[in-house]
């Protein structure tokens, strides 16, 4: 075999173990492969420009990608090993750019950025563009998004899935508030609550809890109390087969909280529970818990 045509072999084998290397590599923009790392690193600049920063990809590359974006540490932000977190950055990544117009750099806050969603889209005098025009409800607005995404995941097998439905409701309902005299304050209300309804539901907060209570004397009448440290707090209440929800309300002694018929009021180690429209309050005390289940 003469010597160009070895020469020749060689090369074409190169090229064709390239070529199968390359093909096998995840498309471009795929979440969390190689060149996708690259691309948020063009949009996020983690280095100082002389060649100094973290190796893109690693936990300390995410980690200053969060610090850069304005949300490192909010609730919901999803694992950074997960492919939800790179759906999450991406999206957040893309609201940073959109606000970096000029010569702004990309170390925006959150109440910089703007909601979750495209205000140019957002008709005038809507509760959207109401949210586009409010910092603080702008943040809330992304803070939810997060939640959402977090609830989404441990809502991945749920039989029938329901919390795309109940979304879409909220979002009427939080569009309902421009018949609100206070349509800031409805807005604002709206977001904390399905804030801490989602982080209560799917477990995304610590819980303290379950609290077994007796009520009237009467083992049928037991109920199953979790606290959550939500904002504002929730307790997840539950008696036989019905379960509710309930928000911590201002109270002058003892807790309170007050779900849609049914309310929850321990004062002194003791409660009183209304379970259901018009029914009349139950006296209950706090069964004691067998150490290590609580």
Same mark, same amino acid.
């Given at each position: 075999?003469?010597?160009?045509?070895?020469?020749?072999?060689v090369i074409f084998t190169a090229a064709a173990r390239a070529s199968e290397v390359r093909a096998s590599d995840p498309p471009a923009g795929t979440p969390c492969s190689d060149s996708w790392y690259r691309a948020i690193e063009q949009k996020v600049v983690t280095g100082d420009g002389q060649?100094?920063?973290p190796d893109i990809g690693s936990g300390e590359w995410k980690s200053v990608v969060e610090f850069k974006l304005g949300i490192r540490g909010e609730a919901g932000l999803p694992g950074r090993d997960s492919k939800t977190w790179c759906s999450y950055i991406e999206q957040a990544a893309s609201a940073n750019q959109a606000s970096s117009k000029g010569d702004r750099d990309f170390r925006l806050t959150a109440s910089e950025r703007g909601p979750?969603?495209?205000c140019e889209t957002a008709e005038a005098g809507s509760i %959207? #563009?109401?949210?586009? %025009?409010d910092s603080a409800l702008s943040v809330l607005d992304l803070k939810l998004a997060g939640v959402y995404t977090a609830a989404t995941q441990k809502a991945i097998n749920e039989h029938p899935p329901v919390l795309k439905a109940e979304q879409r409701g909220w979002i009427k309902g939080r569009d309902d508030c421009w018949k609100s005299p206070d349509r800031r304050g409805c807005v604002?209300? %709206?977001?904390l609550h399905r804030i #801490?309804?989602?982080?209560a539901r799917y477990r995304l907060v610590d819980g303290r809890g379950p609290v077994r209570f007796l009520c009237d004397g009467n083992p049928a009448n037991e109920v199953v109390a979790t606290f959550f440290q939500t904002d504002p707090p929730t307790l997840i209440a539950e008696r036989g087969d019905s379960v509710s929800l309930m928000y911590q309300q201002p109270s002058a002694s003892g807790t309170r909280y007050q779900g849609r018929n049914e309310s929850f009021? %321990?004062?002194q180690g003791e409660a009183m529970i209304t379970w259901g429209y018009g029914a009349q309050p139950m006296r209950c005390a706090k069964v004691p818990a067998i150490p290590g289940t609580e």
């Open positions: 075999m003469s010597h160009w045509l070895t020469l020749f072999l060649g100094h920063g979750s969603y495209d %959207e #563009a109401l949210i586009c %025009e604002r209300d %709206e977001y #801490a309804e989602l982080q009021r %321990e004062h």
